[in-house]
């Protein structure tokens, strides 16, 4: 994909990583920065790489369309990722002069609900995608002099961190609007990985206290964090997302026809919006069903995880299977939580950062992967698939942790603490792995589908089962 920030505005063209500092620490330190500094380099190379394949993919009357009253044009990302940057990287950790602060209001996400952003005199492409070119150049030149120490919000490059999964969330918020995007598919991959092993069944993680978020890993965002224990009783959860053949199986069985499997407030909302089916599914003539990826029509694949439900229709699975969703504790148990050693791991499979062999992560595919696809990803617990796929609902509300404090920001995490959200886990295969670990934790509201989650049940043990 070639790299359109350069090819439209007169401001500067490449935007190439820094060469590594030459001044102001001893051997081993400077060693350690450097490795440091170019990690950085990369995941904000790799972000901005994602940011341009999903705004070149369409024509400029697409990228300043409004594809979905849930979401915003893709042209308001896209100098929203970029003002985001020059706030938090050029002017605050920088200390540089403003870019533009004529349009921070334009861009601050809490000034203008995504249903409105159209009508904003927004930056045109040609100006937003110079515009965050413009940011990028000045945040190599921040990198390059900054020592990366001497305070929390650049201990260890959080700033940069925090950036890059800033723009990766928004990446994954424009593959979205993506799919809702009514036209012929212009994103392509490869498909998803099939199967490699059968996966059935659930399995059983044992009783007792677990250490659930972090305190260590330098780049977690403030709710995941500190490490604290947890007291979690012994539970069964799916060793797998449910499938789409499974959760054909409630389709059919009339799970939309029955009141009785849904919570009186998912029942109100499965009426009021008139939900039948996940949404992008469509049923043919001859009774198959296929699903619209992309603006490509597909046949269902009955081993894929069930992708586009709501929180509602997750619930009313997991009653008619004769489960529950998973609490976030159980979730995150069950895929960090080593018996073994009694440790938490930072994935599923332990501390490595994750490869093509062990999740479905990056935009790699447009589509989850089969259940099985990733046997070397298993948790200890043998969950399989519980990073990347897709977002997994739990049952719980989105809240703070014990001894949380909001950082940097308050309109971070903290303001959405208490409210009608439930909180997925585990990342989706439009997640990139820079902002997707065991901690990590997303929040939305119950009845959202255009975002990529399924789920897993849970249920508790009995009594012949402890
Ligand atoms: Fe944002």
Not at 28 to 49: G, M, N, S
Not at 106 to 124: C, G, Q, S
Request: hydrophobic share 40%.
């Amino acid at each position: 994909m070639t790299d359109s920030f350069t090819s439209t505005d007169p401001t500067p063209a490449e935007s190439s990583p820094p060469a590594p500092a030459t001044d102001g620490f001893g051997a081993t330190d400077h060693a350690d920065t450097d490795l440091l500094r170019a990690r950085i380099a990369d995941v904000l190379t790799t972000a901005r790489a994602r940011t341009a394949a999903l705004t070149d993919a369409v024509d400029e009357s697409d990228l300043v369309a409004q594809h979905s009253p849930l979401m915003s044009p893709l042209v308001w990302d896209l100098a929203h990722i970029g003002n985001q940057e020059e706030l938090w990287l050029v002017r605050d950790v920088g200390g540089r002069e403003a870019v533009r602060a004529d349009i921070d209001e334009l861009y601050d996400a809490f000034k203008h609900a995504r249903a409105n952003r159209p009508a904003l005199p927004l930056l045109d492409p040609a100006q937003a995608r110079g515009y965050a070119g413009t940011v990028r150049e000045k945040v190599w030149d921040v990198l390059e002099r900054n020592p990366l120490r001497g305070g929390p919000l650049i201990e260890g490059g959080f700033a940069f961190g925090m950036i890059a999964q800033h723009e990766q969330q928004h990446d994954e918020t424009m593959l979205a609007t993506h799919q809702l995007r009514a036209g012929e598919p212009v994103l392509a991959a490869p498909p998803a990985p099939a199967a490699r092993i059968g996966i059935a069944g659930e399995v059983i993680v044992p009783g007792g206290e677990f250490l659930m978020g972090t305190s260590a890993d330098p780049w977690a965002l403030d709710n995941e964090r500190p490490a604290h224990p947890v007291h979690v009783p012994a539970f069964a959860i799916d060793a797998a997302p449910v499938t789409n053949e499974q959760y054909l199986a409630f389709v059919d069985d009339g799970g939309y026809r029955r009141p009785e499997l849904w919570s009186e407030r998912g029942w109100e909302h499965r009426t009021s919006a008139g939900l039948t089916a996940p949404q992008f599914w469509e049923r043919d003539s001859d009774g198959r069903w296929w699903r619209r990826v992309f603006g490509a029509i597909t046949p269902l694949r009955p081993r894929q995880p069930v992708v586009h439900v709501c929180w509602f229709e997750a619930e009313a699975f997991a009653r008619w299977a004769g489960k529950r969703l998973p609490t976030e504790a159980e979730w995150e148990k069950a895929a960090r939580f080593d018996p073994a050693t009694g440790t938490s791991r930072r994935y599923p499979w332990g501390e490595a950062d994750p490869d093509e062999s062990k999740a479905n992560l990056g935009q790699r595919h447009l589509e989850p992967a089969e259940v099985g696809a990733y046997p070397a990803g298993a948790s200890p617990t043998g969950a399989h698939q519980m990073i990347g796929d897709v977002w997994e609902w739990t049952s719980s509300g989105f809240d703070p942790y014990p001894g949380f404090r909001a950082f940097p920001y308050r309109e971070y995490s903290e303001v959405f603490f208490g409210g009608d959200y439930r909180v997925l886990r585990g990342g989706s295969f439009g997640t990139d792995q820079v902002a997707c670990r065991g901690t990590f934790r997303n929040w939305d509201h119950p009845i959202r589908r255009q975002i990529f989650a399924g789920f897993r049940p849970a249920r508790d043990l009995g009594a012949d089962e402890r």
